[in-house]
């Protein structure tokens, strides 16, 4: 008698087993600023200055005592110019200082008016057209950053943004953890490789690696050196042989196919014989079979060979995997509520990722054929709506929408 089927694991168990097992690797890096877009700190990022340094002008105009304009058409003697990089003397009573935007504003000085409201005057004197507030146009001394501040946490994938505000607070290199060294193959002897075989010689049932390519970009993406070992056939013995090399100087292998539990389904054994597997169903669509396992000190993350299968497993469980490895908290992708323009009547009982694009109105259009091996719906959409389980979708509905580029950044 057959034993029953264990219940479908679901999507936020499994991500959980596996974030359980994701250790920050060991190693620092220390790489220029520059250099350092995609990479995750190490450290956190303290200041030792304030930003701004002083208290500098928002405007080309005039800095002056507020005093001094009890009422618009005063008249003040310009007895200075200051541009930004250079720095006034003390601002006498009834004088006013040509000031430039980023310029530090000299002492005595409370307000700044912008020089559309006054007028230079021949004689070298300036009339304020305008009664200034408090602090009018004056950018204060640690405003944007304090000195002593944690301004980037460890933990932090840096952005160009987060490069700038590193080099604000003088940081020319930056300590971030090491890039995790990833080893990448396909399983099947119905793959060949584009450039190697022409369309007219493709011999029957042969089909082109599109998952090689994309799943090595989104490992590279994320900021892994990538072994790319190609494709191995549909043998015992060479999975095993390819898996004793992957496990090798490698944190994590990576592997497209062979995961199911057919004859020719060759991964599952292999990693047993060289180290643990758990081969988990998850209750989600596309992407059901998937498998994680270690052979000595290497993670092993096995993906379906559908190529949207592939491309939803890796985005949803490797990718969060991967980050956690870079010392990442946050891994978890942001949705945003939309709205549907379309109708979903085919509730299923996993949960479904569904490809969308955004329309000229802000909603969400789906792509017609959700097949998981339909690669065309990824490259036509930018993003999934995330569909729970038992749920059917009408236009006009919110749903859960995550980008593409939250899934594949």
Partial sequence: MTPPR???????????????????L?????????????????????????????????????????????APGAVLAVTQRIAAGSTGSALQPGTAARIFTGAPVPEGADAIVMQEDCEALADGAVRINAVPAPGQWIRRAGEDIARGAVVLRAGTRLTPAELGLAASIGLHQLAVARRPRMALFSTGDELAMP???????????????????????????LGCAVTDLGIVPDRRDATIAALREAAQG??????????SVGEEDHVKPAVQALGALDLWQIAMKPG??????????????????????????????????????????????????ARAFFTWARADKRREFLRVRRNAEGGLELFANQSSGVLTSAAWGDGVVDNPAGQTIAPGDTVRFIPFADLVA
Wanted: charge should be neutral; hydrophobic fraction near 45%.
């Fill in 195 to 221: 450039g190697e075989v022409p369309p007219e010689q493709m011999r029957p049932g042969a089909i082109y690696n599109s998952n090689r390519f994309f799943l090595r970009a989104m490992l590279q993406r």
């Fill in 250 to 259: 490698h944190d994590l292998i990576v592997t497209s196919g062979g995961v």
């Fill in 6 to 24: 264990p219940p479908l694991m679901p999507l936020d168990d499994a991500l959980a087993r596996l974030l359980a097992q994701a250790a920050p």
């Fill in 288 to 337: 059901k079979p998937f498998a994680y396992g270690r052979i000595g000190a290497a993670h092993f993350m096995g993906l379906p060979g559908n190529p949207v299968s592939s491309f939803m497993t890796f985005a949803v469980l490797v990718r969060p995997f991967v980050l956690r490895l870079q010392g990442v908290v946050d891994v978890a992708p942001k949705s945003i509520a």
């Fill in 26 to 70: 060991p190693g620092i890096d220390t790489v220029r600023t520059l250099d350092a877009d995609g990479r995750v700190l190490a450290q956190d990022c303290i200041s030792p200055l304030h930003v701004p340094p002083l208290d500098n002008s928002a405007m080309d105009g005039y800095a002056l005592r507020r005093a001094d304009v009890a």
